[in-house]
């Protein structure tokens, strides 16, 4: 008789409009309070501009606009989430992430067909935790390959 072992997958838990998302830590480097960003001119409205983080220029992205919610102005709570895409390093602007989980990954269910919610490109699936549901974002979807080529291009 054979045994499968539900492997754990650490996830970090940040919010967007009183939602709960989730990312894998292991493509987190860091979760930052929001200093100074820079504008960048002839980007993509989502590309709220560049920080330099320990001398590195990192792009920075709103994922309320990616996502086409309601701006809202930054309050002490919002934190810029430091995440590894391709080969470069982004950050993505939430209202808060203070929550770091295990979950097994069988309890990832696919994402639910939901129509005309913008953000449901960009997910990976669903987590029920009590009476929690976290959604788990794909951050490769997150920026296609040509805003990324165009990311690279910018900070490279």
């Known amino acids: 008789m054979t045994e499968t072992l539900a492997a754990d997958l650490k996830l970090i838990i940040?919010?967007?409009?009183?939602?709960?998302?989730?990312?894998?830590?292991?493509?987190v480097r860091s979760i930052e309070k929001v200093q100074h960003i820079t504008r960048v001119p002839g980007i993509a409205?989502?590309?709220?501009g560049?920080?330099?983080?320990?001398?590195?220029?990192?792009?920075?992205?709103?994922?309320?606009?990616r996502f086409d919610i309601d701006e809202v102005n930054y309050s002490d709570s919002t934190r810029v989430i430091i995440v590894?895409?391709?080969?470069?390093?982004?950050?993505?602007?939430?209202?808060?992430?203070?929550?770091?989980?295990?979950?097994?990954?069988?309890?990832?269910?696919?994402?639910?067909?939901i129509?005309?919610?913008k953000e449901a490109d960009y997910?990976?699936?669903?987590?029920?935790?009590?009476?929690r549901?976290?959604?788990?974002?794909?951050l490769s979807?997150?920026?296609?390959?040509?805003?990324v080529k165009t990311l690279n291009e910018f900070v490279g």
């Open 14 to 27: 940040f919010q967007l409009k009183g939602k709960e998302y989730a990312i894998p830590v292991s493509q």
């Open 45 to 48: 409205p989502f590309v709220k």
């Open 50 to 65: 560049v920080i330099n983080l320990r001398g590195v220029v990192t792009p920075i992205i709103d994922l309320r606009s």
């Open 84 to 113: 590894a895409l391709e080969d470069m390093e982004v950050g993505l602007i939430v209202d808060a992430a203070n929550d770091v989980i295990d979950v097994a990954t069988n309890s990832i269910e696919p994402p639910p067909e």
């Open 115 to 117: 129509v005309g919610m």
């Open 123 to 131: 997910i990976n699936g669903v987590v029920k935790i009590d009476k």
């Open 133 to 138: 549901l976290l959604i788990l974002l794909d």
């Open 141 to 147: 979807k997150v920026l296609n390959p040509e805003e």
